[in-house]
């Protein structure tokens, strides 16, 4: 990736473009580059921001969702951010959505793509076989819908971090704290505008979640990409870019 990655004030974040602030929320196991295809699309228009969360860095008895969605409003207010446009993905989606909840003030608009906060059928409760790299290779892969996405870098990354014990256990930690933090209750007083970009193949958040989201959400509209998984922008980033304009130019229009 060649995008620079800032370090101050405790936070590590890449910062590319000017105007409105599209701010990108990764994933559990997600990297920055993930979102490479949006920066690059969206750049020259946007400012587009991605914290790296502190999934791995928090005490383990704070290590939860509440916890994630409170850095991401230190990092707003210490960047001096406002009228922002959060995208999420997986957990990063759950963080957002206990974020606009918080904060609506903050907030102009939510893109979410993948998102916990409802279900999601992840790794469940413990890697049983983390270290075989070749059952770390098939969890992996089966968060795409083309298993090629998997990248041997992809792989490798996570069969690093969950052979790491400080790192596991905070992962199922977060993941344990993202399956009890039920958003259902919650979704109708979010009055942003949201646009949901969903996988038709998605294993982990299947297609009925996003089917409820839209239910639920007041202002929503649910958009489907074929032959894809969990990871929209990774595994289809045109057809993640193509349905993301038009809502950013909308958006931006209403103001």
């Not at 990108?24 to 993930?34: D, E, I, R, V, Y």
């Not at 996570?158 to 905070?170: A, E, G, L």
């Not at 239910?215 to 489907?224: F, N, R």
């Amino acid at each position: 990736m060649d995008f620079v990655l800032k370090e101050e004030h405790g936070f590590s974040y890449i910062d590319e473009g000017e105007g409105e602030v599209l701010l990108l929320l990764h994933g559990l196991m997600g990297a920055l580059s993930n979102w490479d295809k949006v920066i690059e699309e969206f750049r020259g228009q946007y400012r587009v921001i991605i914290p790296i969360l502190p999934i791995y860095d928090l005490p383990l008895l704070t290590t939860g969702v509440k916890t994630l969605a409170k850095y991401v409003h230190k990092f707003v207010k210490y960047k001096k951010l406002n009228n922002v446009t959060l995208l999420g993905n997986s957990l990063g989606g759950h963080v957002a959505l206990i974020y606009v909840l918080s904060h609506p003030t903050y907030v102009k608009a939510m893109v979410l793509t993948g998102s916990s906060g409802l279900y999601e059928n992840a790794f469940g409760g413990s890697f049983p076989r983390r270290e075989s790299y070749d059952f770390v290779k098939e969890k992996v892969e089966y968060t795409f819908y083309d298993p090629n996405t998997a990248t041997k870098e992809l792989v490798d990354d996570v069969y690093r971090i969950i052979n790491d014990r400080h790192s596991v256990i905070r992962i199922l930690a977060m993941a344990k704290s993202a399956i009890r933090h039920n958003m259902n209750a919650d979704l109708h007083k979010i009055k942003v505008p949201v646009s949901l970009i969903w996988g038709r193949d998605d294993k982990i958040t299947p297609p009925e979640v996003a089917v409820e989201f839209n239910q639920l959400l007041p202002d929503s509209e649910l958009h489907w990409i074929d032959k894809c998984g969990h990871a929209p922008m990774m595994e289809q980033p045109e057809e993640f870019n193509k349905y993301l304009k038009p809502f950013l130019e909308k958006i931006n229009l209403n103001k």
